[in-house]
C-alpha cells in the first residue's frame, strides 16, 4: 500500500493521468508537427531508450538558464522520480537582462516556475510551447496594470522576452514534450532561472543588483528551488505562498 501511494503521489505531482491519443491525432494534422515527428522521433526514443526510459510513457521537464542561454530537457520514467538529462539547446537570441519579468513591453524574459500551458503548431515562429505566464507569484509581485503574456518557446531565432531555439532543435523539444502530453503528462513543468544557481553566479548576481535588495530576495528564492532539484534530480512540488514567493516540498 505505502508503494502504490509512492507512486501516484510521483505521477500526480507531474500531473500525469491517463493517455490521450486524440491529443497527437490532433497535433499530427499539423504538416510542421507531422514533419517534426519523422525527422525526430526515431532518434529521441533511441535516446529515451539508452536512458532507459519508456518511449511509451515519460515524464518531461524543462529549465532554462538565461545567462548561460541554455535550455536543458530532462525526462523521467513515468513511476519513477527520478529524472535523467536527455539533452541540452542552446537559446539562439535573447532580450532582457537578468531579473523577472514584471510588467508588459519590458522585454524581459520571466525566471520562476512555470508549465507548459499551449502547444501551437501554427505558431509564427516555426512551432511553439507556450508558459503560464503570468502565473500566481508574478502576480503578487507585480504592481503594473498589464503584465503582458504570450511567453512561449519558439522557432525562428528572434524574441522579445521568450525563449527562441532554432527551427530543428525546437522540433526536438516540441515532439518530446507533445509525446509526455500525449502519454499522459498534463502537467509538463518548466524552471526559469538568471543564471545556474551556484554559490559563485549568486555572488555575481547579488553584486548586478544592489540598488534593488527584493530582487535579490526573490532569487535566493529561486535558488532553494534549484537546489531542491540538484540535491537528487528530483522535481519538487511547487506552490505560492501569499506573498508571492516560492514554496518548495
Not at 38 to 55: C, G, M, S, Y
Not at 92 to 112: F, L, T
Request: net charge positive.
Amino acid at each position: 500500500m505505502k508503494k502504490a501511494s509512492f507512486i501516484l503521489s510521483v505521477l500526480l505531482l507531474c500531473g500525469f493521468h491517463t493517455p490521450d491519443p486524440g491529443f497527437h491525432a490532433g497535433q499530427m494534422k499539423a504538416p510542421k508537427v507531422a514533419l517534426a515527428y519523422q525527422e525526430k522521433w526515431p532518434e529521441i526514443k533511441a535516446r529515451l531508450k539508452e536512458l532507459k526510459v519508456d518511449p511509451t510513457g515519460y515524464l518531461v521537464y524543462i529549465r532554462v538558464f538565461k545567462a548561460e542561454k541554455i535550455l536543458e530537457v530532462w525526462v523521467s520514467n513515468g513511476r519513477k522520480k527520478t529524472f535523467r538529462k536527455f539533452g541540452s539547446y542552446a537559446i539562439c537570441a535573447s532580450s532582457g537582462q537578468a531579473g523577472p519579468k514584471r510588467s508588459e513591453g519590458d522585454g524581459q524574459v520571466p525566471e520562476g516556475f512555470y508549465d507548459i500551458s499551449v502547444f501551437n503548431p501554427y505558431s509564427n515562429y516555426y512551432i511553439s510551447l507556450g508558459l503560464n505566464y503570468p502565473n500566481k507569484s508574478d502576480r503578487i509581485l507585480s504592481s503594473a496594470k498589464s503584465l503582458g503574456g504570450a511567453i512561449m518557446i519558439h522557432g525562428n531565432c528572434v524574441t522579445i522576452g521568450c525563449i527562441p531555439l532554432t527551427d530543428d532543435k525546437i522540433k526536438e523539444v516540441y515532439i518530446l514534450a507533445e509525446q509526455a502530453r500525449s502519454g499522459g503528462q498534463e502537467v509538463i513543468p518548466v524552471h526559469l532561472f538568471p543564471s545556474r544557481m551556484t554559490a559563485t553566479n549568486m555572488q555575481a548576481l547579488s553584486a548586478e543588483t544592489q540598488a534593488d535588495k527584493s530582487i535579490l530576495i526573490f532569487w535566493k528564492n529561486l535558488k532553494t528551488g534549484y537546489d531542491f532539484f540538484e540535491a537528487g534530480n528530483i522535481l519538487p512540488d511547487v506552490s505560492v505562498a501569499p506573498d508571492g514567493s516560492y514554496r518548495f516540498q
